[in-house]
């Protein structure tokens, strides 16, 4: 939906213990881009899913998600519940 930003996982299908978290306004196409192999830390899993992706109005909120999700606290969040 235009206007949003969205925090994002992505699953490896090749390597499924291999998840991806990012932000983007664009989310179809940014997922293209690493199924492309155009994102070069994502490059040797491809293809990847989504797992999950939370839509924000404020760009500030979803690059702190992002960061959270990053994080040692996130990652754990990321675990038990994806």
Not at 37 to 64: L, Q
Request: hydrophobic share 35%; net charge positive; proline share 4%.
């Amino acid at each position: 939906m235009k206007g949003y930003h969205y925090v994002y996982t992505l699953q490896s299908i090749s390597f499924p213990d291999k998840h991806y978290t990012g932000q983007t306004q664009a989310l179809h196409e940014r997922l293209a881009e690493h199924n492309d192999r155009k994102v070069p830390y994502t490059s040797k899993f491809a293809p990847w899913i989504i797992r999950t992706a939370t839509a924000f109005r404020n760009k500030e909120r979803a690059i702190a998600f992002e960061r959270y999700l990053k994080s040692g606290s996130g990652k754990a969040f990321l675990q038990r519940h994806l």
